[in-house]
């Protein structure tokens, strides 16, 4: 069966690489707390940006957050006069919570993530005893994409991409000849997402990357972790297609399902949890926004005991 959603998003690469003016400038804002790389990514024409993957500080010994990281990313946007028309989560991340209600805040922007956002909703808001006030229909957000959703960054156009696996909501994001993958890759020498989260499949993960893979050779990738594999020296998060298929440790060519899988399911049985998987999913469930005050105007999040 022909992906035509695949063909648009390389029609889209190839026309970004012929063509300067359809190429985005890229600025990645790495995150050492939690190996997290946050985008600005614009148009330089119209000088209109998108937010990919934003990092609220957070302490887990105290409960107190910060916006060390979001400023770095609003002083940026503002040095460059980019007005952000997009603020785009990948999925809902279980290792960091997002700024991204705090940036909407400062720079405005239309919040977006993936339809399945709701699958992940229904499973958590049951594992954090959410209530009926919390609602399971993905509104807290402005925008859900669907698989070959087309919208822009300026006049550069841009598609998302379905690429579930490592949870069910995970998104790609192709923009001009730039693509965020979120979770389903990391670079080359380190290798794949895992995929035993609620919703996680390890033989979706690897359809999902083996379409990413049939993107054309020197479409630019950029991952939203880098955990710095053994035996390099620096933090690195941009990779293209050809480097991906031909030296990823997990999924280079000629690796099958099957392989992938067994790979997958042994390795993940050995991983633990991510240290802020409890707090940041509580969070990135509602768009980035703390669960509601209580009666005495704090706000509370919830450790299920013995349940994870």
């Known amino acids: 069966m022909v992906d035509t959603h695949l063909e648009q998003a390389s ?10 003016l359809h190429q985005p400038v890229v600025k990645g804002f790495f995150d050492k707390a939690t190996y997290t790389i946050t985008y600005v990514v614009h148009d330089p024409a119209t000088s209109q940006a998108a937010i990919i993957d934003s990092v609220l500080d957070y302490a887990a010994n105290s409960g107190r957050t910060s916006f060390a990281g979001a ?19 990948t999925h809902a991340h279980a290792d960091h919570l997002s700024a991204a209600p705090y940036l909407q805040e400062k720079l405005g922007g239309k919040l977006a993530i ?10 958590f808001g049951k594992l954090f005893n959410a209530g009926t006030e919390f609602e399971r229909d ?38 001009g000849d730039a693509v965020f993958l979120g979770d389903t890759m990391f670079m080359p020498d380190y290798g794949t997402a895992r995929a ?12 999902s990357i083996r379409r990413l893979l049939e993107l054309p050779r020197d479409a630019r990738l950029f991952m939203c972790h880098d955990y710095k594999a053994p035996g390099r020296e620096t933090y690195e998060w941009e990779s293209t297609v050809g480097a991906q298929r031909d030296t990823n440790v997990h999924m280079h060519d000629g690796v099958s399902e099957d392989e992938f899988v067994d790979m997958r399911t042994k390795r993940d049985a050995t991983l633990d949890l991510p240290d802020l998987i409890l707090p940041s999913v509580q969070v990135n469930i509602r768009g980035g926004h703390m669960p509601g005050p209580e009666d005495n105007g704090i706000s509370y999040l919830k450790i299920p005991v013995n349940a994870v």
């Open 138 to 175: 993905g509104s807290q957000f402005d925008h859900l994409f669907d698989d070959g959703d087309t919208f822009a960054i300026g006049n550069i156009p841009a598609i998302a991409l379905h690429v579930p696996g490592h949870t069910p909501a995970d998104m790609a994001y192709v923009i």
């Open 71 to 89: 400023d770095s990313v609003i002083d940026y946007v503002t040095s460059k006069n980019l007005k952000v028309t997009w603020l785009l989560e």
């Open 114 to 123: 993936g339809r399945q956002i709701t699958q992940v909703q229904q499973v």
């Open 11 to 20: 029609l889209l690469i190839a026309t970004a690489q012929a063509d300067e």
């Open 196 to 207: 035993d989260f609620p919703g996680g499949d390890a033989r979706q993960l690897y359809q």
